[in-house]
């Protein structure tokens, strides 16, 4: 095994020495490739075409391509087919590259590890995705495809933080510790707002696929109950992100993470207000696909967020916590 990885590093090392700033922009590319394919999933669900390929890997069991069929109307199979290509040829292109980049500039082994996390959970995503069509949709298996989905963008997204920072460094708290604290709070928060957010479109009116609705396994619970549930955790997330925001904007602090914060809120209020006109307007297709893009924001930001509050500088810098607040 030792063998084969440093054949790998002789091979990648023919290729150009990539600047950070573009190890950054590899690493973007690989965050908004994660969210993409979390909004394109949602497209598949909403305009039911969660069986337009009925069976996996292939579309059909005679054909990887869609093919005419009266069971199966064109569009459904054009929009799972193009959610199954923006996985193979953009998710898994974004993750090699990301991968070839940072081992090319031989960069630290944590930033090493996240970035090979990648291509290894887009492999496993796919054949989760798979064994979500073979089970013909079951709701739990979808909602466990989607959460595996979330965590690869903050995976992502730290990544793309930590790419910035320099290798030869030392962290130091770019924020107070209380704040810090709390922000990992909310962030444990923020998953039960996603695991409440599946369980409430499990018992939704998306079943995935029009073809037989009637046919897919669904959560049979009060939605105005879990739509109250869910929208208690979102209050607590943001009554504890207010918390670290009070001690971040009157602590030392630096300007990075003032920035990021007041950012994270926008988006934060953008994705809470999507979330009530939704569920008053009788959750509308489209306001579905806005309010998984809003939550893919949420946990890039929030991950981002977190990261910046513990900075990376240069050893033998004269950067203070003090400093960084100027």
């Not at 970035?115 to 709701?139: E, K, Y």
């Not at 995976?155 to 130091?172: Q, S």
Request: aromatic share 8%.
């Amino acid at each position: 095994m030792i063998g084969v990885y440093q054949l790998f590093l002789r091979l990648v090392d023919r290729l150009p020495l990539p600047s950070v700033k573009a190890q950054q922009r590899f690493a973007l590319a690989a965050l908004l490739s994660q969210a993409l394919i979390a909004v394109t999933g949602s497209v598949v669900r909403v305009t039911g075409s969660g069986l337009g390929c009925p069976t996996w890997p292939k579309c059909f069991d005679d054909s990887l391509l869609p093919i005419p069929q009266d069971e199966v109307p064109w569009w459904h199979q054009a929009i799972e087919f193009g959610n199954r290509q923006i996985a193979v040829w953009i998710v898994v292109t974004t993750s090699i590259a990301i991968v070839l980049a940072v081992t090319r500039a031989r960069r630290r082994r944590e930033i090493l590890v996240y970035a090979w996390i990648l291509p290894f959970s887009t492999f496993a995503q796919g054949i989760l995705g798979g064994v979500t069509v073979l089970t013909g949709l079951r709701w739990w298996v979808v909602g466990a495809h989607m959460l595996v989905s979330c965590a690869m963008v903050w995976i992502a997204a730290t990544l793309y933080a930590k790419v910035g920072e320099p290798d030869d460094g030392v962290e130091i708290e770019a924020a107070p510790a209380g704040a810090r604290r709390l922000v990992a709070a909310s962030a444990v928060v923020m998953s039960l707002v996603l695991a409440a957010g599946v369980v409430v479109t499990a018992a939704g009116p998306h079943a995935g696929d029009r073809t037989n609705p009637k046919a897919i396994d669904r959560l049979d619970v009060s939605i105005p109950f879990l739509s109250l549930t869910h929208g208690l955790l979102v209050a607590v997330y943001v009554a504890i992100l207010v918390g670290a925001a009070v001690l971040i904007m009157r602590g030392p602090s630096s300007e990075a993470v003032r920035r990021r914060l007041k950012i994270l809120f926008v988006v934060v209020a953008a994705q809470s207000l999507i979330g009530v006109v939704q569920y008053f307007t009788g959750v509308p297709a489209l306001l579905v696909v806005l309010h998984v893009a809003g939550a893919m924001s949420v946990i890039a930001e929030t991950a981002i967020l977190y990261r910046l509050m513990s900075a990376r500088v240069l050893r033998g810098s004269d950067v203070t916590p003090d400093k960084l607040a100027a």
